[in-house]
């Protein structure tokens, strides 16, 4: 059976029209000579609105996005994780599950955080992306 491919963030903004092919090779050479984040790139410039970047980011990786800024976050939920590592992670206790938490990270793809993370908290996550703004 093949493994699924997932598709690339950019190929998806394209795919769903939300920018062009040409807006998509702009932004990857600018990349590419600059440096930076796909997605910091189009949001600064405007191609792309935040949270719409983000609902796509979060389709990218099959996990939900939360604007904190609709959330209740929960301060004694909130706690559980130790400020320390909420920090350098970027990461917040949104909800407690059935099994674990649903865990807020600015990188969800960050598996050395998600780990140590799963360490700290010892129970299982499940991930969700949010603004990396939100969480300061």
Do not use: S
């Not at 790139?41 to 980011?57: A, H, M, P, T």
């Not at 599950?97 to 908290?121: N, R, S």
């Amino acid at each position: 059976m093949a493994k699924e491919q997932r598709l690339q963030i950019g190929k998806l903004l394209v795919e769903h029209k939300i920018i062009t092919a040409e807006q998509l090779d702009a932004i990857l050479a600018e990349q590419n000579e600059n440096g930076g984040k796909l997605g910091e790139l189009l949001i600064r410039q405007g191609i792309v609105d935040e949270k719409e970047f983000f609902n796509f980011l979060a389709m990218q990786l099959n996990i939900a996005f939360v604007d904190l800024k609709q959330e209740t976050v929960i301060p004694e939920l909130a706690q559980r994780l130790p400020e320390q590592y909420a920090r350098r992670n970027r990461a917040i206790i949104l909800r407690d599950t059935q099994d674990g938490y649903l865990l807020g990270m600015a990188d969800p793809q960050d598996i050395f955080a998600v780990d140590e993370l799963t360490k700290i908290l010892r129970a299982p996550i499940q991930l969700a992306l949010v603004a990396e703004e939100d969480l300061l």
